[in-house]
């Protein structure tokens, strides 16, 4: 199946760091703006921000800002999130979403299939 | 931030219904907007962009319209497989929201 592939389910305990990858498989990504949106449990999609195709860096919601940091490797065709100071609403399934049409408005064509990260003590 | 706003929340139909799912911005997105169907577990899938555009691959019996703040995702004849929650998101300016979801059960 042509989707993003992503790293596997994570637990952590309140105040700790996560990260989480997104590699492109049978699709390209260098020339995309990849982004990445977040699902509480029963709830609805939340957009944290995205990372510029090649090395042009990363936007951040500004809800994250100072707590989230994007980076992508060219040389194999991935991407990262890193979210800082987790607590207990920060479980959620975490998705990296590529847009497909560069417009500079996003429509997010390929999904990966989702991390599951959880806070606990 | 833009707040996007899904109704209804539920709606029961049966196969070969005709539904239609209506999305309002809170402020002028022109036709920046999106559609996505999610079933339980799977991440969003892309069924309309910039408010009409079928994505390639996506049954013509999905249709969109509307422009400004007033959208809707019409399904032509349901189908078994329709059966999911659908989600409007806006493209106009970051950050980008999605609505609430509307999802479509089984009558």
């Known amino acids: 199946q042509v989707q993003p592939v992503q790293s596997g389910a994570e637990v952590k305990k309140p105040g700790a760091s996560v990260r989480v990858s997104c590699k492109a498989s049978?699709?390209?990504?260098?020339?995309?703006?990849i982004h990445w949106v977040r699902q509480a449990p029963g709830q609805g999609l939340e957009w944290m921000g995205y990372i510029r195709p090649k090395s042009r860096g990363p936007y951040y919601a500004q809800k994250f800002q100072g707590r989230v940091t994007m980076t992508r490797d060219t040389s194999t065709s991935t991407v990262y999130m890193e979210l800082s100071s987790l607590g207990y609403d920060d479980t959620a399934v975490y998705y990296c979403a590529r847009d497909g049409y560069n417009l500079g408005r996003p429509y997010f064509d390929y999904w990966g299939q989702g991390t599951l990260v959880t806070v606990s003590s | 931030d833009i707040q996007m706003t899904q109704s209804p929340s539920s709606v029961s139909a049966s196969v070969g219904d005709r539904v239609t799912i209506t999305c309002r911005a809170s402020?002028?997105?022109?036709?920046?907007l999106a559609w996505y169907q999610q079933r339980p577990g799977k991440a969003p899938k892309l069924l309309i962009y910039?408010?009409?555009n079928l994505q390639n691959g996506v049954p013509s019996r999905f249709s969109g319209g509307g422009s400004g703040t007033d959208f809707t995702l019409t399904i032509s004849s349901l189908q078994p497989e329709d059966f999911a929650t659908y989600r409007c998101?806006?493209?106009?300016?970051?950050?980008?929201?999605f609505g609430q979801g509307t999802n479509v059960e089984i009558k």
């Open positions: 402020q002028d997105i022109s036709n920046w």
């Open positions: 910039a408010a009409s």
């Open positions: 998101q806006q493209a106009n300016s970051p950050p980008y929201t």
């Open positions: 049978g699709i390209t990504f260098s020339d995309y703006y």
